[in-house]
């Protein structure tokens, strides 16, 4: 019973506060997003279940750590975002991370201060949405192939791109935006040996 509690809940959340689409709406629209990406439709179902397991962990450890931490997966690689007022939930955080089955590597950006004014978020969903746009608008880029977090305006990208000069487009996207102080890649090629 708990555990459908805090699924239901886990859910509920991610609808709230948006995220990987796959990881809310369910397998069969994970393979219909797959099937469109450079990744493989079980490799995207199974970052969905990363996300989903890390997010469960999050939220029995911490409902704080569960609101605040981001967490983006693809093929296994972990990216995960936020602001923590302590050092100690930036490690626990990666702990439980590492501890959901299919995690091969983690990048842990969370930074430990206390940013979370409404116009600090608004500042981060504004520039998160503009370098969307700029990357759906730009024919040589296939923007469904990355994902963008943005904290404190910080830009974060995960994804797979198809080769250097996309992967240089969409980061000279993200430096040309207004306000933005940093651009962190942990972007793959199609033909990095890590997705083997």
């Not at 608004?122 to 998160?128: A, G, H, K």
Request: proline share 1%; with cysteine; aromatic share 4%.
């Amino acid at each position: 019973m708990a555990a459908t509690v805090r699924l239901t809940v886990l859910l509920m959340l991610g609808l709230a506060l948006g995220g990987c689409a796959g990881a809310v709406i369910g397998a069969g629209a994970t393979a219909g997003i797959a099937a469109m990406q450079e990744r493989s439709v079980g490799g995207a179902i199974d970052d969905a279940g990363i996300k989903l397991g890390i997010k469960d962990r999050l939220l029995a450890a911490s409902d704080k750590l569960f609101l605040t931490v981001g967490v983006e997966s693809v093929e296994g690689r972990v990216l995960l975002t936020g602001n923590v007022a302590r050092p100690e939930d930036r490690v626990e955080a990666g702990r439980l991370a590492w501890q959901v089955q299919g995690v091969r590597e983690l990048y842990n950006e969370i930074e430990v201060r206390d940013r979370s004014s409404l116009t600090d978020y608004l500042r981060d969903v504004r520039i998160s949405n503009e370098l969307r746009f700029k990357m759906i608008a730009d024919r040589d880029v296939s923007a469904i192939n990355f994902n963008v977090e943005t904290v404190n305006a910080v830009i974060y990208l995960t994804g797979i791109a198809r080769d250097q000069p996309e992967l240089e487009r969409v980061t000279g996207h993200a430096r040309a935006i207004s306000g933005v102080q940093r651009v962190v890649s942990y972007v793959v090629l199609k033909n990095d040996q890590r997705r083997s």
